[in-house]
């Protein structure tokens, strides 16, 4: 990728300093400024809200294993999902793949020293900690039971839940990513090495600037939204109110116009990792680069004029519910381009079946049984039948869980030994990779049928002839939650006892394997020149 | 680490390369920030247009009790304002310290002015019986309609005072960097970005003043 | 960014003082706009008004004028965001078909 001599098989030089030396106290991690140690303090708070948020989901599943609603009264079990729903969106899976992964890599993928304002970067992430504070507070005083889209009149009118808690908690995460948007954006135009130009920089790389796009231009509507929502709450008298000709599908127009975009916040970047993992994994330059790029921002763009899919039923225009169907199935359009080129990516080449890779490919594949269940919604005579069903809930969980999270994990096995300098154990990481699709598939593929016979979603009870169905959902959902304890153990075990891993342990191009792992405190010892593509693989 | 040989200025900050590049990327963040701003109140804007559009007589209704003179004079002090700025900027980076300072002074003081006016507005208004939710005592035919103006008036001038606020403590902290010395005219970044902050709060409000105070009149 | 170099952009005291008196002018005429009774076209006067002194803040006071391509970009590309939200939006709202309530 450089000029700099190919640094494959390189040993560390002995006794390198990585930026683990830069100060081990918790003052020296509380005050940083490397976004590597930025990534990590993320990494380890968005593992404690997505463990937090799967016990509210096994509270879920748990409930749905007998048709009576025997285990918790109908109003915890619309919290448990409220909390589910809220914990997982914005502090699991908008903030997973971005602050961590992109964090820690944007820098080293571009060749830069840090990110374009490294103490933005920091108080990002206090932000984002103090957001959880008060999410969690909002647990505490007793949780929240709007689902996590606050739909008014419920949220403002009706709700006595904490409410307003939970939605300054959200609107304080909600800057946390305006801002890393913004730092991602100004770093990528900014601080790039030399030679890097816009046609050399890796998918991952692309991925993170049409994601930080869509954080930057969706997320202040956002927080207008829902700061509306609060205002009403304590005033008593808002814009959406109807008693005073207020209209609550309005809310229902902002509140999706950021998120459906946050939709593509979640998966957006999953799709950047999977890109880099494939053609390493495969050993073979990634099929159609430049289409690629264009079918990123495609997405980004056309993701912004599709929220109205989401309202079909809500009693907004026949007309409008027409066009915003097109532009739904348009944006099909360039996912499809990446399946295929992921899919053109592999032909040929020479598989090697790692950990990470098994991820890549149970994204590719999981990604596109949620994609295409994503066309049914999208159209409107369907979508009627199928509003607020199950299927719904199995379509966004493979997008969101089939998706993103396994994106997200094979980014993690993939740039583990770039994080740590440690190899984890090969054969545990492939078995929780299998477990992990065989539980996810067992979760929720029951669910799609379970929807498409008419289940509804957010009750707590159903009719005796949906039991089968939703105890498989639910013993895949037990499964699902052991695999995803396994890596945290191996991963922690690899810390200690795994072997060095060397700055390159999977022969992959692309600047971030150039350097020492861990990298040093400014990443490169002398700033890389570049003179080619970022992907260099010969089969 | 790095291999540029010659020297650094103290205000560079390790991952750029040069001031140049340093002020560029701040002055681009500075832009983006400001396009994330103008989503923010633009929310409010689509909940005023669609309301206004649903109930036109109740707008016009309402905005004929806003305070047209007040409104007025608040609108000139923020151009003015605007214009104090730039010539601060103009002035630091030609070298000049103690008049940047004090029109840096200047321009957070008739931030106050605005606010002291919009604060005496918010006063008239409670003792009218404005307020829904808090005070309201309107009872002519679209007094139900009109409270929707009234919230989107007052989350909206709400917001913004809070932009002024914020506004108004980053120019006394620059106005005090600038007495102090803290630049020079080669590195006025943080007093243009601040700058443009102020600028876009005045941009806001050049929005806000129409559809609130020109209604109906 | 790669752009060309961003010129500093400093004019003259007596500029910017005239381009204040431009502003203040437009203002003027947007509050005299305002009381004469132009029906709908009251609004429209006064916004073309309000965008033609944001465009002059936007281009004097904040240097636009000498700013790269992607400066003005970014600086556009909050405004044609909030267009789509609110042309849509109201896309929605123009084409509704009242449904009255059943009570």
Known sequence: MSVIS????????????????????????????????????YAISITFFFLLG??????????????????????????????????????????????TLGNFLLPLMIGARDMAFPRLNLF?????????????????????????????????????????????????????????????IVTTHSLRAPGMTWFRLPLFVWAMYAVALVMMLATPVLAMTLSLIGLERFFGVGIFDPAMGGDPLLFQHMFWFYSHPAVYIMILPAMGVASELITCGARRNIFGYKFMIYAIVGISVIGFLVWGHHMFVSGMSLYAGIVFSILSFLVAVPSAIKVFNWTATLYKGTIDFTAWMLYAIGFVGLFMLGGVTGLFLAA???????????????????????????????????????????????????????????????????????????????????????????????????????AYLLPIIYLAWSLRHGAPAGPNPWRASGLEWLTDSPPPKHNFEVTPVVTHGPYQYTP | ??????????????????????????????????????????????????????FPVAFAEAAKHTDLVLGSIETAVLLVSSCVVTIALRDLRLGGRRLAAALLLATAMLGLLFL?????????????????GVHYTLAQPHAVHMKLFFCLYYFITLYHSLHVTVGVLLLLAMSWRTFRGGFSADYTTPVEVTSMYWHLVD?????????????GR | MNGPRRKNGRLPVADLLAVLGVLVLLLGASIGS???????????????????MALTILGFFMHLRHGTVLLRMVAAIGFVWLAILIVITFGDYFTRIPVPPPW
Request: glycine share 8%; aromatic share 18%; with cysteine.
């Open chain 1, 54 to 99: 799967s016990l509210a989901a096994a509270m879920i599943r748990l409930e749905l294993v007998t048709p009576a609603g025997d285990l918790w009264s109908a109003e915890t079990y619309n919290k448990a999902f409220t909390f589910h729903g809220v914990v997982m969106v914005w502090f699991f899976l908008i903030p997973s793949i971005p602050v």
């Open chain 2, 1 to 54: 680490m790095n291999s540029i040989s010659h020297a650094r200025p103290a205000f560079l900050e390790q991952q750029f390369d040069d001031p140049l590049q340093q002020r560029e990327s701040s002055v681009f963040g500075m832009w983006a920030f400001l396009a994330t701003e103008i989503l923010f109140f633009g929310v409010l804007f689509l909940g005023y247009a669609i309301c206004r559009w649903r």
């Open chain 1, 380 to 482: 409107t005579a369907l979508d009627v039948d199928l509003t607020d069903t199950f299927f719904v809930v199995a379509h966004f969980h493979y997008i969101m869980v089939g998706g993103s999270v396994m994106a997200y994990l094979g980014g993690i096995h993939y740039w583990w030994p770039k994080f740590t300098g440690r190899m984890y154990s090969a054969a545990w990481a492939r078995f929780a990779a299998i477990m992990m699709f065989v539980g996810f598939n067992l979760t929720f593929f029951p669910q799609y049928l379970l929807g498409w016979a008419g289940m509804p979603r957010r009750y707590h009870q159903y009719d005796p002839q949906y039991q089968l169905l939703n105890v498989l959902s639910s013993a895949g959902a037990a499964v699902l939650g052991l």
């Open chain 3, 34 to 52: 305002s009381l004469v009774p132009l029906g709908g076209w009251n609004t429209v006067v006064s916004l073309v008004a309000s965008v033609l």
């Open chain 1, 6 to 41: 190919p640094a494959f098989e390189t040993p560390a030089p002995i006794g390198h300093r990585s930026f683990y030396d830069e100060g081990n106290t918790l003052w020296s991690w509380l005050t940083t400024r490397d976004h590597k140690r930025i990534a990590i303090l």
């Open chain 1, 124 to 184: 990002s992430w206090y932000l984002f900690a103090v957001g959880g504070l008060f999410t969690m507070a909002a647990l505490l005083a007793g949780g929240v039971d709007t689902g996590w889209t606050f739909y008014t009149p419920f949220s403002t009118m009706f709700s006595n839940t904490n409410v307003f808690l939970v939605i300054i908690g959200v609107f304080i995460t909600g800057f946390s990513t305006i801002l890393t948007g913004l730092n991602f």
């Open chain 2, 116 to 132: 002291a006016l919009h604060g005496k507005e918010y006063y008239d208004e409670f003792h009218e019986g404005l307020m829904p």
């Open chain 2, 203 to 215: 941009i806001v409000w050049i929005f806000v003043f129409p559809l609130m105070y020109l209604v």
